[in-house]
């Protein structure tokens, strides 16, 4: 199984600071025949479930706010909030799509500073 | 609008077996994948399979391939998931997801909670 490692387990920001989250695979997901990177960036908010953030490592989904962005290759990813805003206060997981079983990094807390 | 809605939360007793349904509406059922990921307190996010609503076809995380079985019901729109021989580390909150076979999963249902308790 790919193995997804995040970092830090929690971060705390100030309000209209920099958020940066980083996720680490233990093999490549980059699948050479398309040149993607097979990950995804969720945010779960207490008691709901989790909502799809970016997929292909920096393609955002439709609706979500600019100040979400998703970089990195093959084994190294990052999501940055470039503008803390109250309403990211979440958790947040990477998940790799690359091969079975899907597996998910054990998540980040965003909180406030 | 794309709407996933699950049936409601269950107490088991360790042994029994639970089955959640996953109602689907706003897209064309068939067209899509049907993951299925359960969430333990205080554990991350758990992928146990899919089930290809085109076609049947199903894939499942090794961890519960025993264990676990996805069908389907093109003319409900609703996806089925069981699991059975409970214990009580099954214990989570299970989730349906709407996905393909290699995307990320952008919609989901409200979370179904399993308590497996004597």
């Known amino acids: 199984d790919i193995v997804m490692t995040q970092s830090p387990d929690s971060l705390a920001v100030s309000l209209g600071e920099r958020a940066t989250i980083n996720c680490k695979s233990s093999?490549?997901?980059?699948?050479?025949?398309?040149?993607?990177?097979?990950l995804a960036w969720y945010q779960q908010k207490p008691a709901q479930p989790p909502k799809l953030l970016i997929s292909?490592?920096?393609t955002r989904e439709s609706g979500v706010p600019d100040r979400f962005s998703g970089s990195g290759s093959g084994t190294d990813f990052t999501l940055t909030i470039s503008s803390l805003q109250a309403e990211d206060v979440a958790d947040y997981y990477c998940?790799?799509?690359?091969?079975?079983?899907?597996?998910f990094g054990q998540g980040t807390k965003v909180e406030i500073k | 609008q794309v709407l996933l809605v699950q049936s409601g939360a269950e107490v088991k007793m360790p042994g029994a077996s639970v089955k959640i349904s996953c109602k689907t509406s706003g897209y064309t059922f068939t067209t899509s994948f049907i993951h299925w990921v359960r969430q333990a307190p205080g554990h991350r996010l758990d992928w146990m399979g899919w089930i290809n609503a085109g076609n049947g076809n199903t894939k499942s995380s090794q961890k519960f391939q025993d264990r676990v079985t996805f069908t389907w019901d093109t003319s409900a729109s609703t996806a089925y998931m069981e699991l059975s021989s409970l214990i009580s580390a099954d214990t989570a909150t299970y989730y349906c997801?709407?996905?393909?076979?290699?995307?990320?999963?952008?919609?989901w249902g409200q979370g179904t909670l399993v308590t497996v308790s004597s």
């Open positions: 292909w490592a920096s």
């Open positions: 998940q790799q799509y690359y091969n079975t079983p899907r597996t």
């Open positions: 997801a709407r996905g393909l076979e290699y995307s990320g999963h952008d919609y």
């Open positions: 093999q490549s997901i980059l699948y050479s025949s398309d040149k993607k990177n097979y």
